[in-house]
T-cell receptor
Framework: NAGVTQTPKFRILKIGQSMTLQCTQD?????MYWYRQDPGMGLKLIYY???????DKGEVPNGYNVSRSTTEDFPLRLELAAPSQTSVYFC?????????????FGPGTRLTVT | AQTVTQSQPEMSVQEAETVTLSCTYD???????LFWYKQPPSRQMILVIR??????QNATENRFSVNFQKAAKSFSLKISDSQLGDTAMYFC?????????????FGAGTTVTVRA
């Protein structure tokens, strides 16, 4: 099982550029999440989705957009990249919400904005 | 928002010894989950252990065990018989039951280095 996959693994952007981070899961999970991890910090929730067509903001949504057209895919869009968006981005999924359901994480995308 | 505090940025332990990582959290609620996640150098986040707040018995997973003190809002992780593969960053995380039960709140992490 591939689980949660993310592409690309690394990316360098110039200020003002845009890009999409891809996330795909093959576990038929309803819930999907995007987190960012800044150096020396824990993960912070950017956006989440409870199913295809439904998304909502997390703790730090500014500067990002998401869509969920299928159960499998949950891309994260950065518009007008800024140095403050330099971070490691993790996608995760879970079959449902609640602590009884483990969130499975992808391997992360390291993004540098210069 | 819930606050999760890990006061130890780094810990070092000799192989086969025991190390304990501390975590405190702040909440006014009674129903929640607590987790410890491991992030090795590969960056993959791996669930180590979870504890439901209403369960008094401390969770155990092989060499990993927790000491859950609900009144003190403390949730420490003990790694026994440390192995080189335990070298990683460890994150404590909190999840509230109810309407926000999708939102994991993470601490800043503790880097554990196991020495040969």
């Amino acid at each position: 099982n591939a689980g949660v996959t993310q592409t690309p693994k690394f990316r360098i952007l110039k200020i003002g550029q845009s890009m999409t981070l891809q996330c795909t899961q093959d576990m038929n999970h309803n819930y999907m999440y995007w987190y960012r991890q800044d150096p020396g910090m824990g993960l912070k929730l950017i956006y989440y989705s409870v199913g295809a067509g439904i998304t909502d903001k997390g703790e730090v949504p500014n500067g990002y957009n998401v869509s969920r057209s299928t159960t499998e895919d949950f891309p994260l869009r950065l518009e007008l990249a800024a140095p403050s968006q330099t971070s490691v981005y993790f996608c995760a999924s879970s079959p449902n919400s609640g602590g009884a359901y483990e969130q499975y994480f992808g391997p992360g995308t390291r993004l540098t904005v210069t | 928002a819930q606050t999760v505090t890990q006061s130890q940025p780094e810990m070092s332990v000799q192989e086969a010894e025991t190390v304990t990582l501390s975590c405190t959290y702040d909440t006014s609620e009674n129903n929640y989950y607590l987790f410890w996640y491991k992030q090795p150098p590969s960056r993959q986040m791996i669930l180590v252990i979870r504890q439901e707040a209403y369960k008094q018995q401390n969770a155990t997973e092989n060499r990993f065990s927790v000491n859950f003190q609900k009144a003190a809002k403390s949730f420490s992780l003990k790694i026994s018989d440390s192995q080189l593969g335990d070298t990683a960053m460890y994150f404590c995380a909190f999840l509230q039951k109810g309407s926000n039960d999708y939102k994991l709140s993470f601490g800043a992490g503790t880097t554990v280095t196991v020495r040969a």
